[in-house]
Structure formats: C-alpha cells, structure tokens
C-alpha cells in the first residue's frame, strides 16, 4: 500500500512542485529542444517520474511499476484502439481506391485549400470529435489533406491545431460528464458554462487555419468564409450546449458549420470565378515553401461511386447515433467490466482509495470497438476481401508502431506521476494564489491534457482540486471547474501521444518535435486569450456571460 503525499520536499508545495514538475521539463525539452523521437523521448520522461515517485515521493518500487503498467495499458486501450480501427478504415478505402473518390468530392466544394482547411479539418474534424474523440480526428483528417496535396508537415499542423474548440464536447460530451462526476456539480449547467467560453475560441480557429494554409495573403482573401464558419460554429455550440442537449453539441455545431461553409463558397463562385490556391510562399507559419497546384483532369465519378465513399462515415455515425439510444446503451454499458488494477493499493491521506486505481474494460462500449464494427460494415459495402482488410489492418499497426510506444509510454507516465502524488502537488500548488487562480485554473487543465492527450482525463485529475481552489479563494466552484475544460482543449495539440499520431498519420514517424515547435506558439497563444476570459469571467467585466 502507498499512502500519497503532496509536499514531500522540505514540506513546501513550491519546492516539491519544482521536482514534481520534472518529468514534464525532461519530455518537452526533448521533444521540442533537443529533437529527439517521441518514442525515446517518453520513455526517457517515464523513467524520470519513476524515479521521483521512488526517490522523492518514497512510492514503493512494486507500486511505482505497477501505476505505470495500468497507464500504458490505458493508453492502448481505448486510446490506440480507437486510433488503430479509425485509420483501418481509412486503409481500406484507400487501397479500394474509394478515398480518391472522397477527395475529388471535397475539391467538387473548393479546390482552394484554404477553405479545403476549415472545412475538413475543422467541420468534418468537429463531427468526428464529436463521434470518437481521442486521436481519430488528428488521425483521419491529417491523411485527408495530404490526399488533397496538403504537404505532410502542414497537414499535420492545421489538423492538430482544428482540434480544439470541439473538444471539450468530444465524445459523446464525455469530458463534461466526468467533470461532473467527480465534482458532483450539474452536467448540464457545467456544460452551459464551457459552451460559453470554447465557442469564442471556435471564432477564432478557422481564421488560423486559414493563415496556416496561406499566412496574410489567405487572410485577406478568405477571411469572409472562415469568419462565417467560425462564428456559425460557435454560435451553434453555444445554443446547443445552453439550451437543446450537451452530448448532441459538437454533432449539431460540425454540421451547421460544414453546411454554412458550403454555402458560403458556392455564393462566392457565383459572383465570382476562383483561380485555384494552393498555399505556400514565404511566411506561411509551417515554412514550406507551396506552389500552385497544376491543373489536374478533370475526373468525373458516378453518384454511386461518391455514395460508396461517403457510406464508412456514413457508417460511424449512425453507429455512434444509435449507441447514445438509451436502451442499448444500457446493453452496452451491461458488458463493461470495472475492476481493481491487481495488486495496486493507493490511497490519498485520508485514506481512501484513489479513484484511477480502478480500470474500466468497456470492450464493446468502446469507441474503438465501435469503429472495429464500423470497419466491418465497411468490408461488406465495399466488397473488401478478407485477405486486403487483414493486409490494410497490419499496415495500419506497422504504420502506427512509433505511436503506439509513444502513447502507452506517456500514458503510464501520467499514472505514475498522478498515483504518486507529483500532478496533485503541482496542481495544489497553484491553487494556493488565491483570486489569481482564475488566471490559472485553464493553465490547470492545459497542463493536464498536455500531459494524459484527454481532456477527459484532465477533468477527471484535476475537476475536485478546481472545484476546492474556487470555495478557498470565493470564486464560482462551476465556473473554474469549466475552466479546466476550456483550458484543456488548447493542449491536445501539444500532447506527445497526438503529436505521435499525426506524425504517424503523415509518414514523419521521428519528427514530432518539429510538428511541437510549430504548433506550440498556438497553443500558449490560446491559452493567454482562454486564461484572459475565465478571469474576466470571474469578475463583474464579464460575469454577465455565465448563467
């Protein structure tokens, strides 16, 4: 048994934040300084919170080891299987030649790629956060622009940093309701309060896309659609998550986003004809240097062929729809399996047992498990044969191989630093600035998805210790714990395991550093502005926008 403690430096919270903090310096300082592989990186970090956990926090070594194992089986499962089944089905279109279908079908809309940016990365990202969440939508929107002749590095970056408002919602509103678990504070007001704080963030995120794809020259030209994208989005989250149904939030905001960007582009090339853009040039934030895309044949496929390259996702939808039907949710909640991680015995001082010792096996439930069928539904109506779908899904663990050791690694890294006591020091730590802690509370839930690559995760350490820094301090309890949310979704750019996936995903297995250092300044940016607003908020300047 290990009973945690959370000053084991001299007794000082600041000091043992300092240590505690180490195994997070060690892993972002060889991912974006030093430039060494995820993989190896995470590994490195791994071993550094081992030892602070034995050294410094006096966690038995059979604990220590034992945290870390449950961390990486976690971070396989439901993280990996959702990753592995997700870019299976993408494997299969490909190799049946129905994803190039998809792509003429996406430039039918735009051949511009800037619009090709907001509307894919950002929509068709938002439904599938909605849908799955974790990885899937970095994983599957990356290798759709690259199949648009997005380059692999800038592919990567508009994906990763698309993937931020939507979050908070993904899943199913997954991080919402476990916020409300475990701080006992109503999902639904909860969720009204996020849904007032992201949707200023989705205003401005198709707009940075925008200048991804094409720097100030995009802006210029563009700024009206992605403008129109980002303010529908938001606004479709806000209405959806204040007053219709926070898990239904991203579907209904993805949706109405994609529909007005469509709408947009054809009342564009009504008044006038576009050349086709491809972006590139000197000051594009990703530093590749584009050219126009040649001309292209023009190729026309039938409507059955566009069909049959709509049905997967088609597919996953309604697979996803039909499980949130209560009924066979509750049959599918019946074959999930909670139990106690063998021989792991972690208690907090007061002496009860710390929540994360327990792992939930929700093998069917699964996201990934969903999109396992998904992908089987998508042999039959494809007509893939036995032999080419078993040959797509070993590419697909060939491909992911790098990823696979990344995320299990950082996962188990946050287990053990979690188990230990280093992540509740750290956190603690800040919530002792009193008032300030409004500023903070999002760094709080940044630091946490950076950390564990989920917002839900982040809600799930860090929601209790929000709610009690806001009662110490006089501030709204649901106001910081949304916050955590809020503040969450900016870091899942920056996370080892999403950066791992979208390097995967591109064929740049070994240079996640590079895709850190060009999505980390957007990253901190958002924070600033997301961090501005939660204390704003919290004072009479902008309290009026809560509930």
């Known amino acids: 048994m290990y009973v945690q403690q959370y000053a084991p430096v001299l ?17 972002f300082v060889l991912l974006g300084g030093l430039r060494v592989r995820a993989w190896l990186a995470s590994i490195v970090a791994l071993v550094v919170s081992l030892l602070v956990a034995v050294v410094v926090y006096a966690m038995p070594v059979g ?75 970095v994983a599957i929107c990356t290798v759709m622009l690259m199949a648009l002749n997005f380059p692999p590095l800038k592919a990567a970056v508009v994906a990763l940093v698309a993937n931020t408002a939507p979050v908070a919602f993904g899943a199913i509103a997954v991080p919402i309701t476990t916020l409300a678990q475990v701080t006992g504070l109503p999902e639904d007001v909860l969720g009204a309060v996020v849904g007032r704080q992201t949707p200023v963030l989705a205003v401005f995120v198709p707009l940075v896309l925008v200048a991804l794809v094409d720097g100030m020259r995009g802006l210029r030209e563009t700024w009206g659609v992605a403008l129109i994208g980002g303010v529908t989005f938001a606004v479709a989250q806000f209405l959806t998550s204040n007053y219709l149904s926070v898990p239904l939030t991203d579907i209904v905001a993805s949706l109405l986003c994609a529909g007005a960007v469509v709408l947009a582009v054809r009342s564009r090339s009504t008044e006038r004809s576009r050349v086709p853009v491809t972006a590139g040039g000197g000051g594009t934030p990703d530093g590749t240097d584009g050219t126009d895309r040649p001309d292209e044949p023009v190729e026309r496929d039938s409507t059955r062929d566009t069909v049959l390259a709509y049905l997967p996702y088609v597919i996953i939808i309604a697979l996803f729809s039909i499980q949130q039907i209560p009924p066979v949710k509750a049959a599918l909640d019946a074959t999930t399996a909670k139990f106690r991680w063998p021989g792991l015995d972690v208690r907090s001082p007061s002496g009860a047992q710390v929540s994360s010792t327990s792992f939930t096996l929700n093998w069917l439930a699964s996201a990934g498990s969903i999109l396992l ?5 998508t042999m039959l109506v494809l007509r893939v044969g036995p032999r080419l779908a078993v040959s797509a899904y070993g590419q697909t663990l060939s491909e992911l191989r790098g990823a696979i050791v990344t995320v299990m690694a950082v996962l188990a890294l946050a287990y053990v630093m979690n188990l230990s006591g280093q992540t509740i020091t750290i956190g603690q730590w800040l919530a002792a600035t009193g008032g300030f802690f409004a500023v903070l509370s999002p760094v709080l839930g940044w630091l946490g998805v950076a950390v564990t690559g989920s917002d839900t995760s982040s809600n799930s350490l860090f929601g209790a210790l ?27 750019m920056i996370s080892p395991q999403n950066l791992a996936i979208a390097a995967s995903a591109v064929g740049m297995a070994g240079r996640e550093g590079e895709i850190f250092r060009r999505v980390l300044p957007w990253s901190l940016v958002f924070l600033v502005g997301m961090a501005v607003l939660v204390y704003l908020q919290s004072t009479p300047v902008l309290g009026w926008m809560l509930p």
Do not use: C
């Not at 069928?373 to 539904?377: K, Y």
């Open 63 to 137: 604990q220590a080891l034992l945290a870390g194992t449950e961390g990486a089986v976690f971070g396989f499962f439901p993280i990996l299987w959702i990753v592995i089944n997700a870019l299976w089905i993408y494997r299969m279109t490909v190799r049946t030649g129905h994803f190039d279908v998809l792509r003429r079908s996406f430039s039918a809309v735009s051949d511009d790629q800037r619009v090709q940016a907001v509307i894919i990365a950002f929509a068709f990202g938002a439904l599938l956060e909605a849908l799955a969440g974790f990885g899937a939508p």
């Open 466 to 492: 929000q709610v009690a820094a806001a009662e110490r301090s006089g501030l709204d309890p649901v106001l910081l714990a949304a916050a955590n949310t809020s503040g969450g979704v900016l870091g899942k």
């Open 373 to 377: 069928i998904a992908g089987l539904l």
């Open 11 to 27: 007794g000082s919270l600041a000091w043992s934040s300092l240590v505690a903090a180490l195994p997070l310096l060690v892993l």
